[in-house]
């Protein structure tokens, strides 16, 4: 999530967490090594695929 800058970040334990930036990227994802900023650690989650295609599941239906 962007934020306009300059921010002032309150974590869950109570440390503050500031920026002087234009614009800030925060977390919302929890994955990033330098949380509540955002490290872009959501762009390496690999996504599960699927081992077949509706065409194939399709196909033995007929049988």
Do not use: N, Q, W
């Amino acid at each position: 999530m962007l934020v306009e800058g300059p921010v002032d970040l309150v974590t869950d334990d109570g440390a503050r967490v500031c920026s002087d930036r234009f614009m800030v990227a925060v977390c919302t994802c929890r994955r990033s090594k330098t949380y509540p900023l955002c490290d872009t650690s959501h762009r390496r989650k690999i996504r599960a695929t699927s081992t077949e295609s509706p065409a194939d599941t399709s196909a033995g239906a007929d049988d």
